[in-house]
């Protein structure tokens, strides 16, 4: 794995910031899977790296649609959520699969859901709470490329 782009601390006032150092090694297709705990930030964080890419439109979790698609200039970018999925047939049968292999940028959060589906070729973003004895709550990330 190739070490693409790491920070070891940030807050959320910091977001904006970090997303842009992000955007800046995206590629403009691919896979880039989001890795987590719940309410780790994971969704917050693709709002943001959406909005540094151009994205106009309102970026919420697709929980319940599984997809949303937005546009920024000549970008497409798809965002999947997996969280609901009971296994990777509802994935097939929703058009997940098809997506990994389309000219967009193709986010996935709760990728372990359909792990043995993934694309050998991708992005892992992990995403972890830097908490300490002062409840500290910053995160740390790191995104490699396989």
């Not at 970018?77 to 047939?89: E, P, S």
């Not at 372990?112 to 740390?140: G, Q, T, V, W, Y």
């Amino acid at each position: 794995m190739e070490v693409l782009l790491q920070i070891e601390k940030y807050d959320l006032e910091e977001l904006g910031e970090v997303s842009e150092k992000l955007a800046a090694v995206l590629p403009e297709s691919g896979v880039l899977a989001f890795h987590g705990e719940m309410g780790v930030g994971k969704t917050t964080l693709v709002k943001e790296i959406c909005r540094v890419l151009g994205v106009a439109d309102e970026v919420s979790s697709p929980t319940f649609g599984l997809v949303n698609i937005y546009k920024a200039a000549e970008k497409t970018i798809n965002h999947v959520d997996l969280y609901r999925l009971k296994n990777a047939d509802e994935a097939a049968t929703a058009g997940v699969f098809e997506l990994f292999y389309s000219d967009a940028l193709t986010i996935v959060e709760w990728p372990e859901r359909i792990a043995d589906e993934l694309p050998d070729e991708l992005m892992l973003l992990k995403i972890d709470l830097c908490e300490n004895f002062n409840h500290d709550s910053s995160r740390r990330l790191i995104l490699t490329r396989t």
